[in-house]
């Protein structure tokens, strides 16, 4: 079994349009063809600062620039993929989770990319959005901001 590591950082951009709080959101495409929402953000390159990275990522999947204003926290997540000639990899994810503040630019939508839309949601709105887990943490360590920078997620 190959055991294989992801770090990556994402952004939480929230703001207020009417009164009503929207968080921007990307499209993921998975191999498979599947569409959920996440957050905008993706790995980090070897080498790189993973503040350089969410700025990089959101501009790539959104078409906005960002400012990384607080760590919100830090999410670890494994599994177990399988790989060619009926191998696993035990995978983990680390994902590096900001606030991060639009600065400029204007939405638009990734090409050729691991997304393939962006779009402002109504915060109120998106448990009922077909999305990735990590939605839910990063609206959760938004909302809460815990000292240690972990979200305290219902189970199941």
């Known amino acids: ?6 770090v990556a950082a994402y952004a939480v951009c929230v703001r207020e349009t009417g009164g009503v709080q929207e968080i921007l959101l990307a499209r993921w495409v998975a ?4 569409k959920r929402w996440t957050l905008p953000g993706g790995g980090m390159d070897h080498g790189e600062d993973p503040l350089d ?4 990522e959101v501009d790539e999947e959104t078409g906005y620039a960002v400012e ?3 760590l919100l926290g830090i999410d670890s997540v494994n599994r177990r993929y399988p790989r060619k000639l009926g191998r696993f990899a035990d995978f983990q994810g680390l994902r590096i989770v900001y606030e991060a503040r639009i600065t ?5 939508h990734e090409t050729n990319g691991s997304t393939d839309l962006a779009a402002w949601h109504p915060l109120t709105g998106v448990a009922g ?3 990735v887990e990590l939605v839910d943490v990063g609206v959760e360590l938004w909302r809460t901001r815990p000292p ?9």
């Open 129 to 131: 959005l077909d999305r």
């Open 53 to 56: 990275t969410v700025v990089r």
């Open 31 to 34: 191999g498979d063809g599947t």
């Open 1 to 6: 079994m190959n055991t294989e590591l992801r």
């Open 68 to 70: 990384p204003v607080r």
């Open 104 to 108: 400029g630019g204007e939405l638009r």
């Open 148 to 156: 240690t920078g972990k979200a305290s997620l219902p189970v199941g």
